[in-house]
C-alpha cells in the first residue's frame, strides 16, 4: 500500500533552517507528482507547489519563491523540503502528497510534519 | 480569502443528509475536475472524491460529488458521527501559470 512517512516535528529559531523528509513506499517513486502543502495553525490548506520526480523540476507556488525549496533523493524514494530564514509565521504543519494518476492533484498524504519556528 | 469558497460550517444530525457547496470560477472550476478531502481532527486530509464524482477504494458511497458550471457539491449522506470532520473542495486553477487551488474548509458538526 501507498504511504508516505515523514520526519519529525521540529522547533527553530527565526532566522534558522529546517528540512522536511517525505520517504515514499508502495508505488514507483518516479511515476507520480510530489505536493507540498502547508497548514497553518488552525486554517486551512494551502499548496506550496510541487516536483516533478522524473526531472527533478520544482514548481512553486506565488508566495512560496526564494526560501523554499524542493529536492529529491531518488535512490532512497525521498522527498525533501527545505525552508530557509525561518519566521514566525512559517509556523505551521507541512504535509507531502504524492499526486494522482496523470497529474498533480494530492492523492495520498503524509502524516504531516509540525514545524515551530520561535525564539 | 482562498480562490474556492465553502461555507465556514455546516450541521446535521445522524441519518440526516447534509451538503456542503464550493464556488469557484471559470478558470479552475469551470474547466478542470473538482476533488474533495476530508480532514478529521488532529489527522492528515483525506482524499474523498476526485475528477468531480469518483470515490477513491474504500470510501463509503455515502459520500458523492457534483459539479455544475463554477460551482461543486459535496453530499454525505446516513450522517453519522465519525463523520464530524473538516472538508476541502480543491480544483486546478489555470491563472497564474497553473497552480493546485483549495477551498478554505468547512467543519462539519454532527448534532
Known amino acids: 500500500q501507498v504511504q508516505l512517512v515523514q520526519s519529525g516535528s521540529e522547533l527553530k529559531k527565526p532566522g534558522a533552517s529546517v528540512k522536511v523528509s517525505c520517504k515514499a513506499s508502495g508505488y514507483t517513486f518516479t511515476s507520480y507528482a510530489m505536493n507540498w502543502v502547508r497548514q497553518a495553525p488552525g486554517q486551512g490548506l494551502e499548496w506550496m507547489g510541487w516536483i516533478n520526480t522524473n526531472t527533478g523540476n520544482p514548481t512553486y507556488a506565488q508566495g512560496f519563491t526564494g526560501r523554499f525549496v524542493f529536492s529529491l533523493d531518488t535512490s532512497v524514494s525521498t522527498a525533501y523540503l527545505q525552508i530557509s530564514s525561518l519566521k514566525a509565521e512559517d509556523t505551521a504543519v507541512y504535509y507531502c502528497?504524492?499526486?494522482?494518476?496523470?497529474?498533480?492533484?494530492?492523492?495520498?498524504w503524509g502524516q504531516g510534519t509540525l514545524v515551530t519556528v520561535s525564539s | 480569502q482562498s480562490v474556492l469558497t465553502q461555507p465556514p460550517s455546516a450541521s446535521g444530525t445522524p441519518g440526516q443528509r447534509v451538503t456542503i457547496s464550493c464556488s469557484g470560477s471559470s478558470s479552475n472550476i469551470g474547466s478542470n475536475y473538482v476533488y474533495w478531502y476530508q480532514q478529521l481532527p488532529g489527522t492528515a486530509p483525506k482524499l474523498l472524491i476526485y475528477r468531480n464524482n469518483q470515490r477513491p477504494s474504500g470510501v463509503p458511497d455515502r459520500f458523492s460529488g457534483s459539479k455544475s458550471g463554477t460551482s461543486a457539491s459535496l453530499a454525505i449522506s446516513g450522517l453519522r458521527s465519525e463523520d464530524e470532520a473538516d472538508y476541502y473542495c480543491?480544483?486546478?486553477?489555470?491563472?497564474?501559470?497553473?497552480?493546485?487551488?483549495f477551498g478554505g474548509g468547512t467543519k462539519l458538526t454532527v448534532l
Open positions: 502528497a504524492r499526486g494522482c494518476t496523470g497529474g498533480v492533484c494530492p492523492h495520498y
Open positions: 480543491a480544483a486546478w486553477d489555470d491563472s497564474l501559470s497553473g497552480r493546485w487551488v
